[in-house]
């Protein structure tokens, strides 16, 4: 099979607004030890913007692995042509992914923008530009999926593949890579068993629940680690408590004043400690 061309996308005007951006931010005063509600806007709205970046970049080292593995496979051993399979049909999988989260990302930092009372006028033309550079990876990835599918007969039994990919790993990987989360207020969670009331003597320690010894987890939604890189809460950012463990430094919360997201910097970290997450909401 002929090698999949990955073209290395550029951003051209969206970059020149992307820094002016970050010049806004690093003009507000550094004095100041709580962030202004302009500021926080700002802010929220670059960590997004950096998710997205980031995402785009993922996509970008994956089309290179997939061209990679694509190239000469007819001349590999049958046992290596269903190996080389299994990893091309990964990482379709993970771009797939990504470009969702993506999308959802951009379209969640247009919504936060518009209606902000602090909102950004150059941001909206940068927001464009993330979403046609998005259509234009869409398209690249679409010609990849096609490309993928004209692999010879040997690999063609294994890659009956991007339609039946799910099936594949939730069979094979499903104890790797599931992860669980809920989030609730503090009365939701105790009624469902997740936390538990502490008596007034545990209050002197800063806190008003803790998680129960044993919770049934069938009350968690189900996802997938590696897919799942943000979370979207339609609350405030202050009202959100993240009650489990997870690494500091491989998660950041981000929000507007109606809605927050959680966005998860590197999967394997913020799993570690714990791979239940509960969050209060209130």
Known sequence: MDSVAVRDSRFGGAGV????????????????????????????????????????????????????????????ESQ??????????????????????????????EEENKSSSYRVESLDRLVSELQLAINTKDGEVNALKGNVQKLNKQLSSLMATVDVLDEYIQD???????????????????????????????????????????FNV?????????ETRDLFFDKPLKSLKIVTPHTTGSYELVGGKTSSLLLIRDENA???KSRCLVIVTE
């Open 17 to 76: 607004v992307f820094i002016a951006l970050l010049l806004l931010l690093s003009s507000c005063s550094l004095e100041k030890q709580k962030l202004d509600p302009q500021q926080q806007h700002v802010e929220s709205m670059m960590a997004i913007l950096a998710q997205v970046q980031k995402n785009l970049g993922r996509i970008q080292q994956k089309e290179a692995v997939v061209e990679r593995l694509s190239s000469g496979i007819e001349g590999k």
């Open 80 to 109: 290596n042509i269903e190996r080389v399979g299994k990893d091309i049909a990964a990482s379709i999988r993970f771009i797939d992914s990504t470009l969702v989260a993506s999308k959802n990302l951009v379209k969640k930092l």
């Open 172 to 214: 094979q990987e499903v104890q790797l890579y599931t992860v669980y989360y809920i989030a609730g207020t503090f009365d939701e969670l105790v009624s469902k068993g997740i936390l538990v009331p502490i008596n007034p003597l545990e209050k002197f320690f800063g806190s008003d629940y803790r998680l129960a010894s044993d």
């Open 218 to 226: 069938k009350l968690f939604k189900k996802v997938d680690m590696v």
């Open 270 to 272: 913020f799993w570690q």
